[in-house]
């Protein structure tokens, strides 16, 4: 039985090009993963989802070892998500150097994309509001229920999409167009842990190490993420 694994979104790019296959080569199974936004898996294992390991944002990792749904002792730093914005290829790279740049650019854009159910969709709602441009760009927005913004760009129904930058880089057919500003910006930090019903604990232990070497640190910024295992002195030699 293949070791089973629930994911954010936000480390698919740097998994599914990198660490999957890798662990794959090592152990001769790959591991079922099921993808989704933080939103979506909170509902998804309070409504009895399990797997043998999780990867979620740190707030909602502490929420499932409150309540014993996940071993505490296992919780591992892996990873950090910044937000930026992605356009079609070969458009103009919008200004996004300052608050009042970013929310000059947000006026000027024919249809931003932002999902409701993840992490960044909820931060953008907020972050509009800071910006008091809320129902300006709402009315115009392209607004997706949950998933990859930017592939609102590969159909024409937006030019400008906000994400996580490593969710923005998962989809083909988009360019970068950088990341918020630091006094915008809000970083998304990720950890990995063992679930506490675990089927295969000692597989989803090795698992876990994998997601914490030297070659997983790489991975992360090739993802587009922040990896937390150089920062923090995590990776595993």
């Known amino acids: 039985m293949p070791l089973k694994v629930l994911s954010s979104l936000a480390v698919e790019r740097a998994l599914t090009l990198h660490l999957l296959p890798s662990f794959e080569a090592a152990e001769g199974s790959a591991p079922d993963v099921e993808w989704n936004p933080t939103k979506v898996m909170m509902d998804r294992i309070r409504g009895g989802a399990r797997g043998d390991v999780t990867i979620l944002i740190d707030d909602s990792m502490a929420e499932l070892a409150n309540e014993g749904i996940v071993d505490s002792a296992t919780i591992t730093p892996i990873a950090t998500a910044r937000m930026g914005f992605a356009v079609a290829p070969g458009a103009p790279k919008p200004d996004l150097s300052n608050a009042d740049a970013v929310r000059e650019t947000l006026l000027a854009a024919r249809s931003v994309a932002f999902s409701q159910a993840g992490a960044s969709g909820q931060f953008f709602v907020g972050l509009l509001e800071r910006l008091g441009i809320a129902d300006e760009v709402t009315a115009k927005a392209s607004i997706i229920p949950e998933g990859f913004t930017a592939r609102e760009i590969v159909a024409g129904r937006a030019d400008l999409a906000i994400q996580q930058i490593s969710e923005l880089m998962t989809v083909?057919?988009?360019?970068?167009?950088?990341?918020?500003?630091?006094?915008?910006?809000?970083?998304?930090?990720?950890?990995?842990?063992?679930?506490?019903?675990?089927?295969?604990?000692?597989?989803?232990?090795?698992?876990?190490?994998?997601?914490?070497?030297?070659?997983a640190a790489e991975a992360y910024r090739k993802g587009g993420l922040v990896s937390r295992l150089a920062e923090e002195g995590n990776a595993k030699a």
Request: charged share 25%; no cysteine.
């Open 172 to 215: 083909d057919g988009v360019d970068i167009a950088g990341p918020l500003p630091p006094e915008l910006q809000k970083d998304t930090d990720f950890s990995v842990a063992l679930f506490a019903e675990a089927s295969d604990p000692a597989a989803g232990r090795r698992f876990l190490d994998h997601l914490t070497t030297p070659e």
